[in-house]
């Protein structure tokens, strides 16, 4: 079952300008939520993650919010950078260490 | 930085063989490690998490008699996949982290390519 779902497969941004990649997950479980960055035939990257008792958390270009009563967070890069194209998955776990990651969405910055 | 390496980075092998894919933990001591496998165009799915002088913890669906995992000591985790089948091929990716929790950073390995005739 599709705990997590990341419903865009691919999204392009000009160099420059803002990205947005969006996740929804449907167990209310779910307390921590991870972003990571794969780039191709290379394990995933941890990128940056967001506890449930927080709306937001910023590192440097990257920011995520997390919207618990809608069940959706987003990861927002400001600006894009072509070094950023990259297959971009969420995940979220539970007290219980479940863990379900989405289907990744792919990043292509184009500069 | 932690690093995590893989061996091998791919394997090709013979229906009804076994093969070994090793995880290591070059710079730090890794209480935990995770074994995951990415579909084509899916998502990576955890396969199993295992804890130094433990057995592995398996998720539902991944069967434990054919992806044997060792965690003999806090730098090293073996999978083994036990008389692969061409459904078998995937990208195996590990990861390790100094503790049990999601909530830690992970340190992902560069993965092994399978692929099996």
């Known amino acids: 079952d599709q705990q997590v779902k990341q419903n865009s497969p691919s999204l392009s941004v000009q160099e420059g300008r803002i990205s947005i990649l969006n996740c929804d997950y449907t167990?209310?479980?779910?307390?921590?939520f991870l972003w990571y960055k794969k780039y191709p035939a290379e394990g995933p990257t941890f990128l940056i993650s967001?506890?449930?008792?927080?709306d937001k958390n910023e590192d440097g270009r990257f920011t995520v919010f997390l919207n618990k009563s809608a069940k959706h967070l987003s990861l927002h890069i400001v600006p894009s950078q072509p070094g950023d194209s990259a297959v971009y998955f969420c995940?979220?776990?539970?007290?219980?260490?479940?863990?379900?990651f989405g289907a990744g969405t792919r990043l292509t910055v184009k500069p | 930085g932690a690093v995590v390496s893989q061996h091998p980075s791919w394997v090709i092998c013979k229906s009804g063989t076994s093969v070994k894919i090793e995880c290591r933990s070059l710079?730090?001591?890794?209480?935990?490690m995770f074994w995951y496998r990415q579909f084509p165009k899916q998502s990576l799915m955890l396969m199993a998490t295992?804890?130094?002088?433990?057995?592995?913890?398996?998720e539902q669906g991944v069967e434990k008699d054919k992806f044997l995992i060792n965690h003999a000591s806090l730098t090293l985790s073996t999978l083994t996949v036990t008389s692969a089948h061409p459904e078998d091929s995937s990208f195996y990716i590990c990861?390790?982290?100094?503790?049990?929790?999601?909530?830690?950073?992970?340190?992902f390995g560069p993965g092994t390519r399978l692929t099996v005739l």
């Open positions: 990861s390790a982290s100094t503790s049990g929790r999601w909530t830690d950073t992970q340190y």
């Open positions: 167990n209310s479980m779910f307390d921590y």
């Open positions: 967001i506890s449930s008792i927080k």
């Open positions: 995940a979220a776990s539970s007290n219980n260490n479940d863990m379900r």
């Open positions: 710079d730090f001591q890794a209480t935990t």
């Open positions: 295992s804890n130094e002088g433990s057995k592995a913890t398996y």
